[in-house]
Nanobody, 125 residues
Framework: QVQLVESGGGLVQAGDSLRLSCAASGRTFSSVAMGWFRQAPGKEREFVAAISRPGDSTYYADSVKGRFTISRDNAKNTMYLQMNSLKPDDTATYYC??????????????????WGQGTQVTVSS
């Protein structure tokens, strides 16, 4: 069973960068597809980015495409989200998640089985 712990959130100014990490426990990290989601106050949790098991395929929400980069290091059991050119609209709690679905890229929130506790990202204008 994979357990997930996010880190790297914080308070930054618009235009700054942050890198989030998602550390996974267990020996099955490379066997699960992974993704990042975010939830702003008063809003539903939304998809941000997803990555395939070996890390060779990625997919992004239109709102972050070109600014965020998802990656994973299976040897370190860790997934990352590099966030550049941050905007106030990116303010949210960011969650990493793991999916056992057999699809290469998993986008639907309901297809994710395991979730981290979240890390807060606040972008001031």
């Amino acid at each position: 069973q994979v357990q997930l712990v996010e880190s790297g959130g914080g308070l930054v100014q618009a235009g700054d960068s942050l890198r989030l990490s998602c550390a996974a426990s267990g020996r099955t990290f490379s066997s699960v597809a992974m993704g990042w989601f975010r939830q702003a106050p008063g809003k539903e949790r939304e998809f941000v980015a997803a990555i395939s098991r070996p890390g060779d395929s990625t997919y992004y929400a239109d709102s972050v495409k070109g600014r965020f980069t998802i990656s994973r290091d299976n040897a370190k059991n860790t997934m990352y989200l590099q966030m550049n050119s941050l905007k106030p609209d990116d303010t949210a709690t960011y969650y990493c998640a793991a999916s056992r679905r057999l699809r290469t890229i998993v986008v639907q929130i309901t297809d994710y089985d395991i979730w981290g506790q979240g890390t807060q990202v606040t972008v001031s204008s």
